[in-house]
């Protein structure tokens, strides 16, 4: 099965030395990436800045800002059975991008913000899609909620929610602790374990679900 995976935080430029970007370790997706690997899967991980190796045997394609990974998605998109979006995109990023250094004045300073385009929901609403969709939503409340509010309104098939409002799950963290939930109401939950071992079992899931779905609509994979 070939498998698309993104990872880490992007970075949206503010200026040539400063940007926006988020607290993304990258850890989940990478153990992801490993995870399928191991089963004998296929593997285009499109990372976004980070510090950690890649594994060996992916398709490894670095971006930095929300529009390269945008880019780099669409352009891998089809060619897989299945997609997790599991990097932390921008959702917003500066509205201007200014060529040279921003000086320091002494008076307060803002910076206008415009929407990042959205990955996830825009594979979601791409006409006739063949290949599996899964989203992560990081929550800090109302986890199961907002989650699958998520899930319907990006049109995937698969959410895995983590609850980042404690110091020692999701985000940076080396454990995590996630709750999935499809798209027909099902919901299953993996407790609170390391970040490789979750990430197994949600190859398995993932896979398990790809295959069911391929089967259904009596499409084979190759
Ligand atoms: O709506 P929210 O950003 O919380 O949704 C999280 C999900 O959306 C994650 O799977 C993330 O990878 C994806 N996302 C995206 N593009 C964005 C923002 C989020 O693909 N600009």
Redo the contacts with the bound molecule.
Sequence with gaps: MRFLI?AGPTREPIDPVRYISNRSSGKMGYAIAEAALAEGHDVTLISGPVNLEAPHDANLISVST?DEM?EAVHRHADQCNVCV???????YKPANVSSTKIKKRGANFSLELIP??????SLGHRQERQFVLV????ETDHLEENATK?LRA?NCDIIVANDVSGKNSGMESDVNEVTILFRDGEKKKISRAQKQIIARELVKIFSNFTTKMFDKKNVTIN
């Design positions: 993104t929300s945008f979006l599991c990097a932390a995109v921008a959702d990042a385009r959205d990955i996830l929901d989203g992560f939503a990081a998520k990006k």
